[in-house]
């Protein structure tokens, strides 16, 4: 049997952070199979399903590098497939017209409540031997309602959750399409998930309802159901259900923000799946490593921090290039001047220990591509009449030295020694002067980065 997992999000929004945890489960349990990952657009939501939304999904996919080897599939481009799977349906006996309106089938649910009964569709035109159905309203549309068994239940073992039991009496008869025609959400699934083959269905556990469903409307349709895999949902940090304060935003959202695919998909991996205690691994290391089996059967909690520091970690192995090209844009709107400045992949290799983000990373890698403005207040403070010769000397001495970090940091001691200083005396107001800040980076890395004529121009100024 070859593996075949799909992703199948609705395009009535961005892709978040659940969708995209789903997206990646069931295309890593593809890879590590050598099977097929498939991706369906269910655009049958036609008041809430937007182009722009399915353009958001694909960039986000692209974005996390989660490519699918089939589709992607659009529901509403499959229509005749689904009338023609109701006609047989309907032929069969599976499937049968119920004319009944909105307004009755809520009336027979209120009666219903009113006895303490569960509210569902009584059956008003389920067709049964000995049975005489209502006359046929004139000029009434009907809805097309599955014929679910009225005995028995429906088991199934779930990947993620164990066995799970519905029994049948607890469903009532599932309207497949409407009066237009229109196949419904779960109907759709089903016969996508029959046609492209689908054995392993890998989704949030709020489908958890829809699944007894659709198991029996395959089974009608003799169709062997898949294997079932519902993942917890993710909360914030507090527990309750993640939001946009907690960063439910569009995955696209993300690489705005500063953040590296791997380090999204590393972080995304560890919300409600482990291989022992392994915290930073790579997509194939993952990939070789994923099963169901340990998949969580508890809501993951996302945590910014942890991402963050997963994001630091791989900035920190990123290529220079690579991170130079994602800052540049940022670097270029907030105004910098590359014209005889360091080359901003060496300025990256310099700052980018530190950044969280690479939007941090920009902002550091700033001070080399602008004029300094140091606070006169901390001059004053710094810039001492007993520092003065020492700086007068250091200037001196650069004229000469060979331009390299280990040459820079030995003339700066022995600076210090002939002034008899201590190395934040003099280290302090190169960086204001330089920079126009206290923090840098070692004061000679960002020497031997800005270069002799950029140094001594600035310190004559």
Known sequence: ???????????????????????????????????????????????????????????GMQWLGLHHDEGPFYQMQRMDRYREVIAQMLEAGTAYYCYCTPEEVEAMRERQRALGEKPRYDGTWRPEPGKT??????????????????????????????????????MDDLIIARPDGTPTYNFCVVVDDWDMRITHVIRGDDHVN???????????????????????????ADGEKLSKRHGAVSVMEYPAQGYLPEAMLNYLARLGWSHGDEEVFTMEQFCSWFDLDH?????????????????????????????????????????????????????????KERAATVVELADAAMLF?????????????????????ALADYAERLRAV???????????????????LKMPQLAMPLRLLLTGQLQTPSID?????????????????
């Open 369 to 389: 591509y602008r004029q300094p403005r140091p606070d006169p207040a901390l001059l004053a403070q710094h810039l001492t009449d007993a520092v003065q010769p």
């Open 210 to 236: 829809n699944t007894p469903r659709q198991i029996n409307i395959l089974k009608a349709l003799g169709a062997t159901p898949p294997i079932y895999g519902h993942v917890p949902m993710i909360l914030g």
């Open 445 to 461: 890395a960002v020497i031997e980065l800005f270069g002799r004529d950029v140094v001594l121009a600035r310190l004559q100024r």
């Open 295 to 351: 998949l969580s059967r508890s809501p993951a909690q996302f945590n910014p921090e942890k991402l963050a520091w997963l994001n630091n970690h791989y900035i920190k192995a990123a290529d220079n290039e690579r991170l130079a090209a994602l800052a540049r844009p940022q670097l270029e709107r907030d105004g910098a001047d590359f014209d005889g400045a360091p080359p901003l992949p060496a300025v990256i290799a310099l700052m």
């Open 133 to 170: 159905l209502p006359p046929v309203p004139e000029g009434r549309k009907p809805v097309v309602r599955f014929r679910n068994p009225l005995e028995g239940e429906v088991t199934w073992e779930d990947a993620v959750k164990g066995p799970i039991t519905i029994a049948n009496r607890e």
């Open 402 to 420: 060979a331009w390299d970090k280990a040459s820079l940091s030995a003339m700066l001691k022995e600076v210090l020694a002939a002034h008899k």
């Open 1 to 59: 049997m070859t593996v075949r997992t799909r992703f199948a999000p609705s395009p009535t929004g961005f892709l978040h952070l659940g969708g995209a945890r789903t997206a990646l489960f069931a295309w890593a349990y593809a890879r590590r199979f050598e099977g097929v990952f498939i991706l369906r657009i269910e655009d049958t939501d036609l008041e809430r399903s937007t182009p722009e939304a399915v353009q958001a999904i694909i960039d």
